[in-house]
């Protein structure tokens, strides 16, 4: 915790300092369990200690002689912290050392789970995703990112809950014409085809999603009047080779 708020360069006092100073020279602090106990009893502990390696000469970096922090921060407390935070912006510059700091640094799975836990069932409001658009515009992932983001999604198979979700997110049918207007005209450049070429190149489809594809075209053919429910091409091709050309043009020869 210490460690953290040092390198945010948020407070400055002689403890956030001095580690501050150590990080410089590629140290950390070590931490030692003095003594282990649970209850209130941590109070007396604490100025215990505090109060022995101060009578022995050892400088320390405690504000105080203890048994006056806050280990669990109350609700009421947790209100406070985030009223008095709430509207401050950060700079770029200290954005960049947020980031720089966290780099490198992996996440355990205990983190991760509880991460996971409190964001689940927030949704984020129309102005942050635009946010988060404009933010992640122009931004390309190179090569071997690419390659770890496929590596640690490969093998994990989505649950039934999982899969409706990702249907119930796909686009109407009424998006869907919006967007073939928007599209209609519009030509793509040779580069990219290049581009969609070669990432089609050497995959190949399951049975699952051909069938899948067979049936998608088979229904848009018959919303489009293309060919009756029930009539196969072939008989479609042998009326069309039934009628004589003179008819269809309106003459005789």
Request: net charge positive.
């Given at each position: 915790?210490?460690?953290c708020?040092?390198?945010r360069m948020g407070?400055?006092?002689?403890?956030?300092n001095w580690?501050?100073s150590?990080?410089?020279c590629?140290v950390e602090?070590?931490m030692?369990?003095?003594e282990e106990?649970c209850?209130e009893?941590?109070?007396d502990?604490e100025?215990?200690?505090i109060?022995?390696?101060?009578?022995?000469?050892?400088?320390?970096?405690n504000g105080?002689d203890g048994?006056?922090?806050a280990?669990n921060p109350s609700?009421?407390?947790?209100?406070?912290i985030s009223?008095a935070n709430?509207?401050?912006?950060?700079?770029t510059?200290?954005?960049?050392?947020?980031?720089?700091?966290?780099?490198?640094?992996p996440?355990?799975q205990?983190?991760?789970?509880?991460?996971?836990?409190?964001?689940?069932?927030?949704s984020?409001?129309?102005e942050?995703?635009i946010?988060?658009?404009?933010?992640?515009?122009?931004?390309?992932?190179?090569?071997?990112?690419r390659e770890?983001?496929?590596?640690?999604?490969r093998?994990?198979?989505?649950?039934?809950?999982?899969?409706?979700k990702?249907?119930s997110?796909?686009?109407?049918q009424e998006?869907?014409l919006?967007l073939?207007?928007?599209f209609k005209g519009?030509?793509l450049?040779e580069e990219?085809?290049?581009k969609?070429?070669?990432?089609?190149?050497?995959?190949?489809?399951?049975?699952?999603?051909?069938?899948?594809?067979r049936?998608k075209m088979?229904?848009?053919?018959?919303s489009r009047?293309?060919i009756?429910?029930g009539?196969?091409?072939e008989?479609?091709?042998?009326?069309y080779k039934a009628v004589e050309v003179p008819?269809?043009?309106g003459?005789?020869?």
């Amino acid at each position: 915790m210490h460690i953290c708020e040092a390198k945010r360069m948020g407070r400055r006092n002689y403890r956030q300092n001095w580690i501050r100073s150590l990080l410089d020279c590629f140290v950390e602090p070590v931490m030692s369990v003095l003594e282990e106990g649970c209850g209130e009893g941590w109070v007396d502990a604490e100025k215990k200690w505090i109060g022995y390696y101060r009578e022995s000469g050892i400088v320390l970096v405690n504000g105080t002689d203890g048994g006056d922090g806050a280990c669990n921060p109350s609700a009421e407390v947790r209100a406070k912290i985030s009223l008095a935070n709430r509207g401050k912006t950060v700079t770029t510059e200290t954005r960049e050392k947020l980031a720089n700091a966290s780099r490198g640094r992996p996440c355990t799975q205990d983190a991760r789970i509880k991460i996971s836990m409190a964001k689940k069932g927030k949704s984020m409001s129309f102005e942050s995703r635009i946010k988060m658009s404009a933010a992640q515009k122009g931004k390309t992932l190179t090569q071997e990112h690419r390659e770890k983001i496929a590596l640690s999604n490969r093998g994990n198979p989505k649950s039934p809950e999982h899969q409706g979700k990702i249907a119930s997110r796909n686009k109407s049918q009424e998006q869907r014409l919006r967007l073939s207007e928007l599209f209609k005209g519009r030509r793509l450049s040779e580069e990219q085809k290049n581009k969609i070429s070669a990432s089609r190149t050497g995959t190949r489809l399951s049975p699952e999603s051909l069938e899948n594809r067979r049936l998608k075209m088979k229904e848009k053919r018959l919303s489009r009047g293309y060919i009756a429910d029930g009539v196969s091409l072939e008989a479609l091709g042998a009326k069309y080779k039934a009628v004589e050309v003179p008819e269809i043009l309106g003459f005789h020869l």
